[in-house]
Nanobody, 120 residues
């Protein structure tokens, strides 16, 4: 069984920074894509950033230049560094992983979500 545990959310003032972490644990052979999604109240879940196993990155236009995604394969962990935060970044942030627990098997796993609130 594989699970994702997120941390790092909280309340921050506009212009501030936060760093989210998401660690995968369990039966893992390797992890392909790792990503962050967010869902604001009354809106659909949207992609924020994704990083491949080769560290190719895809960043949403709305956060490009402010957010950075990175991963530590030795720790099965993905990070989201969020700078210059805006009130419209307020949302529940979810970690997503494409986990290969064994040969010929791929699982898509979601974290429980962590709330980020940007407000003065």
């Amino acid at each position: 069984q594989v699970q994702l545990v997120e941390s790092g959310g909280g309340l921050v003032q506009p212009g501030g920074s936060l760093r989210l972490s998401c660690a995968a644990s369990g039966s893992i052979l390797r992890i392909n894509n790792l990503g962050w999604y967010r869902q604001a109240p009354g809106k659909e879940r949207e992609l924020v950033a994704v990083i491949s196993s080769r560290s190719d990155r895809n960043i949403a236009d709305s956060v490009k230049g402010r957010f950075t995604i990175s991963r530590d394969n030795a720790k099965n962990t993905v990070y989201l560094q969020m700078n210059s935060l805006k009130p419209e970044d307020t949302a529940v942030y979810y970690c997503n992983a494409q986990v290969v627990p064994r040969v010929y098997s791929v699982l898509e796993i979601w974290g429980q979500g962590t709330l980020v609130t940007v407000s003065s």
